[in-house]
């Protein structure tokens, strides 16, 4: 495997992604792993200013590199993934990490301050309504004043159910479609009124 200046592995790991897939398709609900132009578009707001990050549903690591590539050094990424295959995957490639073997529930446990954003790869629109209000309503619990939740989506609504928008008082912006990746998807980006 070769690496960039920020740690970014060139090797892809599709093979354990189709095969976890296939054990487990109601977990990972996805076609394949992210697109290297998806991965882009859910850190193009990140940077060194945004302090700790937490990655929700990391899988085989495919958008975790763009956020280090973002210039988030290792030891302020905390990664929540239950998957055991892809966890030591991940402890394997991003070793000073904390790597979480949790639900994404729990992201509020995360062992790290000052955390400016919440990128996620997982499959919310799929999950109950009460799942994703645990999920999202952690998320900007941790996170500080201004925090973003970046999530993306297959469909053509915003990935996080209304009730839970409401409650939160959520507002997004939403990029483009990326058409290079399977299936197309937009990137939605969330944050709280002020
Ligand atoms: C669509 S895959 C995305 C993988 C990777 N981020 C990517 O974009 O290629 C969804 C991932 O979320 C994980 N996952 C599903 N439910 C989860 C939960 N409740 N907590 C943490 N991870 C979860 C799955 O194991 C899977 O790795």
Known sequence: ???????????????????????KPGRIVALAPSSTGL???????LGPETGSV???GSGTGKITSHILARGIPQERLAMFELD?????????EFPRAAVMQLSAERCDEAPLDDVGAVVSGLPLLSMPTKVQRRIVGGAFRKMRPGGIFVQFTY???PPIDRPVREELGLSW???PKVYRNIPPARVYTFRRAA
């Open 1 to 23: 495997m070769t690496t960039t200046e920020h740690e970014m592995p060139v090797r892809n790991h599709l093979g354990l992604f189709m095969k976890q897939l296939v054990r």
């Open 39 to 45: 991965a882009r578009e859910m850190v193009r707001e």
């Open 54 to 56: 937490i990655e929700l």
């Open 84 to 92: 055991d295959a892809f966890c030591a995957l991940l402890s394997q």
């Open 155 to 157: 469909g053509y609504r």
């Open 173 to 175: 912006t939403v990029s």
